[in-house]
């Protein structure tokens, strides 16, 4: 547990108590860990722990029994059941980005329902240290959920979970991290997209990715990379672009592409590290001269509806983002309630969505959609 030093650890040690009753996880009639545990638990004298249960007791939210322990009240004081726990949400532009970002509108949706019967509420931060540490002393704090971090940002949170705050990374992870983490497996995934394009018969590529300073685009990158040289890919058939954002391509990434494209041996296929990206090198594509996927193939990640009505329909890897959202959510709850979740790196599995976008190299058909 962390403390701050502006205020009595009992009282401390009191409030973690009522946020485990208030948020459901000791209900009314069970009884709480001995006090020796609970001490050890949360890193203090049993004798605060007492002191913190004795002014529970004297106002209603536990009572305690000889031989028994300490047992949460049947009827609860209703200022209790009313209050409000926050969990602070970090994102890239303090949350702006959710409403139109599907990746990011489909984690938070799901931490948004997953949090409603709970009575919490998300404030939604940038990474700015100054901020977090004020809203970090709030007696209603939970603890953080961190959405998609950029490599900048780690150290920060690994201090914050050092210090006893419960932190939970989404969508980004490395087994190094003392950090608890629920991600996909995005280098596992580009791997697979890849060997599938090389069952296909290409032997071309190129990659579309967004800037490497977010583990999802680096691990994505990564898998592309590795798949293609253990398949004894040559270097000169490997084309490699990258992009600052992962929702736009400006206009020399898609001048460098269409370059590539038209050349006489040129890519057949491309590995789109998003779903914006994928859009964009179909439209590269078209720009080039070139027909999707008679000249080249096209493959990208994340699925939203739209995805299938592309044209032709995009051949991706479809995220669980609302699970995502969800067992975050879920890992948090349990750091809170002071356990080391189990796993403390967490996996969900990517889906490859195959459709029209993708399939088998056509030279012939190349070489006429690029005569004069």
């Not at 009884?31 to 529970?56: F, I």
């Not at 004297?58 to 009240?73: H, L, P, Q, S």
């Not at 809203?135 to 998609?148: D, H, K, M, Q, Y």
């Not at 349990?334 to 889906?351: N, S, V």
Request: aromatic share 8%; charged share 20%.
């Amino acid at each position: 547990m962390r403390f701050n030093a502006e205020t009595p650890r009992y009282v401390q040690v009191r409030q973690w108590v009522e946020r485990q009753i208030a948020t459901g996880y000791w209900k009314p009639g069970d009884t709480l860990p001995p006090e020796r545990e609970l001490a050890q638990q949360l890193g203090v004298s049993p004798l605060t722990v007492s002191r913190a249960l004795q002014g529970l007791a004297r106002e209603g939210i536990v009572t305690r029994k000889r031989r028994v322990g300490t047992v949460v009240a049947e009827n609860l004081p209703l200022n209790l059941l009313q209050r409000s726990f926050t969990i602070m949400a970090l994102g890239l532009g303090g949350g702006t980005r959710q409403p139109v970002d599907f990746y990011f509108s489909s984690i938070q949706r799901s931490v948004l329902n997953t949090l409603a019967p709970l009575a919490m509420r998300t404030l939604w931060l940038d990474y700015q240290i100054d901020q977090i540490e004020r809203e970090l002393l709030s007696t209603e704090f939970v603890g953080v959920l961190a959405i998609a971090p950029a490599a900048e940002h780690i150290a920060l949170l690994e201090d914050l979970y050092r210090r006893g705050v419960p932190v939970v990374i989404v969508g980004a992870s490395a087994q190094a991290w003392e950090t608890p983490t629920v991600d996909t497996d995005n280098y596992r995934a580009a791997r697979e997209g890849v060997e599938y394009l090389l069952g296909l018969g290409h032997r071309r590529f190129l990659g579309l990715f967004g800037a490497l300073e977010t583990f999802n685009s680096r691990d994505r990158w990564r898998g592309f990379r590795d798949a293609l040289h253990e398949a004894g890919i040559p270097e000169a058939h490997i084309w490699t672009f990258t992009t600052p954002y992962a929702d736009e391509v400006d206009e020399a990434v898609r001048e460098g592409i269409r370059t590539a494209l038209r050349l006489p041996n040129g890519p057949t296929a491309i590995v789109a590290g998003g779903y914006y990206l994928a859009l964009s090198a179909m439209q590269t594509v078209h720009q080039a001269g070139l027909r999707v996927p008679d000249d080249v193939s096209v493959l990208g990640f994340d699925d939203p509806p739209s995805a299938a009505l592309a044209s032709p329909p995009l051949t991706t890897f479809r995220q669980p983002l609302e699970q995502l959202g969800a067992r975050a959510v879920q890992k948090l709850l349990e750091c809170a309630k002071g356990t080391r979740p189990d796993p403390l790196h967490e996996y969900l599995p990517i889906e490859l969505i195959v459709r029209g976008s993708t399939a088998p190299p056509t030279p012939a058909a190349r070489a006429l959609a690029q005569s004069p």
